[in-house]
Structure formats: C-alpha cells, structure tokens
C-alpha cells in the first residue's frame, strides 16, 4: 500500500504562474516531508522541507503547506520558471522508532512549464 | 566537493551474473542509503547504514547485499542478478545533524538484466 501518494503523474503550468503540486499521505508515524526535484538521467536534488509541527515553510519562490489534519501537504511555486520543468518527488521520513530509516517516496508528478 | 558519486553509470548483466555498484561521499556524513526506482515509480529503499559498521534492511532488501567499508563507501551487491532487478538504483547520504533532513543523492546506476 502507497503510504505517500501524489495522484497527479503530469501537471502544465503556463510560465509565471503559479505551480501547485500536490501529496497525501496515510502513516502518522512521519513526523517530516521534503519534496525533491529530479531532471532526467541525474539524482534528485533536495529542494524544500517541512516538520509535522509546523503548517508552512517557505524558501524564495517555493512554499510547502501542510494540513496535518487532512494529512495533505502542497507545493507551490510562483512565478514558475522555464528550469522548473521537471519531476518533482513528495517523501516522508518517520520519527524515531517509527521504523526503517530512510525516506518514502511518492510517484512524482512531472511539472511542465509552458513558454 | 563531488558530493556522492557512484559507479558504474550503466551496466548490463545475463541473469545470474553478479555486481557490485559502487558509492563514495565526501561530505563526511554518517549515514547512507540506497535505492531504487523503476519506471512511473517513486523511489524505494533497499537498504540504509545509520553508521560506519552498521546496515540494515529497507523496504525491498530482497536479492541483495551491502557493505559500509568505511564511512565514505557504500556498496551493493547483486549475488545473482535477475530481471526484476533491472531499474535505475541511487545512493544517498545524509548529516546526522542535517538541518532539513535532508539527503543528498547521486547521479544513479542504471541497471539492465537480461
């Protein structure tokens, strides 16, 4: 069962607008989400990260929320930007003894931005 | 800084061959991971070492083998290669004080098994 779950696989986001990516996820025991960026043929690349504690962290044009409650958070980006066009990948990382270390990945949700 | 790298970049196996894939950081972190993704997939853990001398399992450890030989290098072995293994596998690593939590990945090894 997918315990972090981005439903969607492509998103077209006209250049200057803004991207809203989304994820959802089901185990309580993650306690921190980190949203990565991946180009093709290279390794994902840390781009943004948010405690369970907190509902918002932003870092220049992108900001993450998180809705504990509804155990959803989003990504947004603005304005979006040629370079933005890529795979963006929504993980959780599970607090101390929740299990295996590591981080658990979505699916991703390819971001395209249109000229 | 080259951050992590692995080897090879590509490799293709016969089913039943064995590999090692090779990682390194110089970073100085303590822990390191992999993982491996395959096609319309996120990325899932193999296994991970919290430490110089310390590995264990992550989601899909099964048909594999690891090794921390020292805290920069981390390798994983395929015993017997078969084609359920063929997939793109990234090494990671992370700071023990690592303020976002986050890790840090390299470039991958994509994998065929025929």
């Known amino acids: 069962d997918q315990q972090v779950k981005q439903n969607s696989p492509s998103l077209s986001v006209q250049e200057g607008r803004i991207s809203i990516l989304n994820c959802d996820y089901t185990n309580s025991m993650f306690d921190y989400f980190l949203w990565y960026k991946k180009y093709p043929a290279e390794g994902p690349t840390f781009l943004i990260s948010?405690?369970?504690?907190?509902d918002k962290n932003e870092d220049g044009r992108f900001t993450v929320f998180l809705n504990k409650s509804a155990k959803h958070l989003s990504l947004h980006i603005v304005p979006s930007q040629p370079g933005d066009s890529a795979v963006y990948f929504c993980a959780a990382k599970k607090r101390e003894g929740g299990g295996a270390d590591g981080l658990t990945f979505g699916k991703g949700t390819h971001l395209i931005i249109q000229p | 800084n080259a951050g992590v790298t692995q080897t090879p970049k590509f490799q293709v196996l016969k089913t039943g061959q064995s590999m090692t894939l090779q990682c390194a950081q110089d970073m100085n972190h303590n822990s390191m991971y992999w993982y491996r993704q395959d096609p319309g997939m996120g990325l899932r853990l193999i296994y991970y070492?919290?430490?110089?001398?310390?590995?264990d399992k992550g989601e899909v450890p099964n048909g594999y083998n690891v090794s921390r030989l020292n805290k920069r290098e981390f390798s994983l072995r395929l015993e017997s290669a078969a084609p359920s293994q063929t997939s793109v596998y990234f090494c990671?690593?992370?700071?023990?004080?690592?303020?976002?939590?986050?890790?840090?990945f390299g470039p991958g090894t994509r994998l065929t098994v025929l």
């Open positions: 070492s919290a430490s110089e001398g310390t590995t």
């Open positions: 990671a690593s992370k700071a023990v004080a690592a303020s976002y939590n986050e890790q840090f």
């Open positions: 948010i405690s369970s504690i907190k």
